[in-house]
């Protein structure tokens, strides 16, 4: 991953899941607490992702204010599902959208972002959830795959 703030929220994440794996190994309620945690980071994690990945596009690329209102705009987007992804993609290139849209298609990719918002809606409104850590560090995993294809996207 390129964006060092991205790159930075990414290691917290992993030394987390990491630690948590080790601090709750034997406690079933413990881990499941903490997998919801940690998915409620992973979903902002999500939604920072496609703020920085673009805005800093769109901050080379651009004249001060289109950019200054794109960022703006990039900033006012919650909880992406992985359609949101495409469009905000597609709303750059349309070639970005097809591209990722079919990226995500593959290996599970649309599943995880979609898993990750759905747990995170269920656990923001007090509703059960399935959710572990070892899920959420496999959809993360997924997600950082869709992450690091956007960076490239934007590179080109």
């Known amino acids: ?10 290691q917290r994440l992993q030394s987390l899941i990491s630690k948590t794996l080790h601090a709750s190994a034997n406690d079933f309620e413990l881990q499941s607490h903490w997998g919801r945690y940690i998915c409620v980071l ?44 495409i469009e905000t993609g597609q709303s750059f290139k349309k070639i ?18 979609d898993s990750i918002m759905n747990n995170r809606h ?13 899920r959420v560090s496999e959809y993360l995993k997924k997600c950082v795959e869709v992450i690091e294809f956007m960076e490239v996207q934007c590179r080109s």
Request: net charge negative.
């Open 42 to 85: 992973v979903a902002g994690f999500l939604e920072n992702s496609l703020a920085e990945i673009y805005t800093e596009y769109v901050q080379k690329s651009a004249s001060p204010p289109v950019a200054s209102f794109t960022v703006a705009t990039l900033s006012r987007i919650q909880n992406p599902r992985a359609s949101r992804f």
């Open 122 to 134: 269920q656990i923001a409104h007090g509703r059960d959830s399935g959710i572990t850590v070892a």
């Open 96 to 113: 970005w959208g097809e591209e990722l849209e079919a990226f995500m298609s593959q290996n599970g990719r649309k599943d995880a972002i």
């Open 1 to 10: 991953m390129q964006n060092l703030e991205l790159n930075r929220q990414l």
